[in-house]
């Protein structure tokens, strides 16, 4: 069974920086691309990074140049390090992970961007 576990959330002032973590358990990461989405209260669930099991990256547009997504397979570990925060990243982020036809996911971990 997949599990996926995400930590690093929390309150940060605008133009802050935080390191979300996902660790994945039940799967050998190194065969799999994994990604982050996020949901805002009342939002739907969205796509913000993403990673192939080659390492290549993709962003949404929102957030490109901002944050940086990577995958550490050593530790079957995956990370979202986010920088130059804007009240408008606040969100619940989930760590995502591709199998088959469908995807592993986390519980969430919150993201609060607010002075």
């Known amino acids: 069974q997949v599990q996926l576990v995400e930590s690093g959330g929390g309150l940060v002032q605008p133009g802050g920086s935080l390191r979300l973590s996902c660790v994945a358990s039940?799967?050998?990461?190194?065969?799999?691309?994994a990604a982050w989405y996020r949901q805002a209260p009342g939002k739907s669930r969205d796509l913000v990074a993403a990673?192939?099991?080659?390492?290549?990256?993709n962003y949404v547009d929102s957030v490109k140049g901002r944050f940086t997504i990577s995958k550490d397979n050593a530790l079957n570990m995956v990370y979202l390090r986010m920088n130059n925060l804007k009240p408008e990243d606040t969100a619940v982020y989930y760590c995502?992970?591709?199998?088959?036809?469908?995807?592993?996911w986390g519980q969430g971990t919150q993201v609060t961007v607010s002075s």
């Open positions: 039940g799967i050998i990461l190194t065969n799999y691309g």
């Open positions: 990673v192939t099991s080659g390492g290549d990256t």
């Open positions: 995502n992970i591709p199998i088959g036809g469908g995807a592993a």
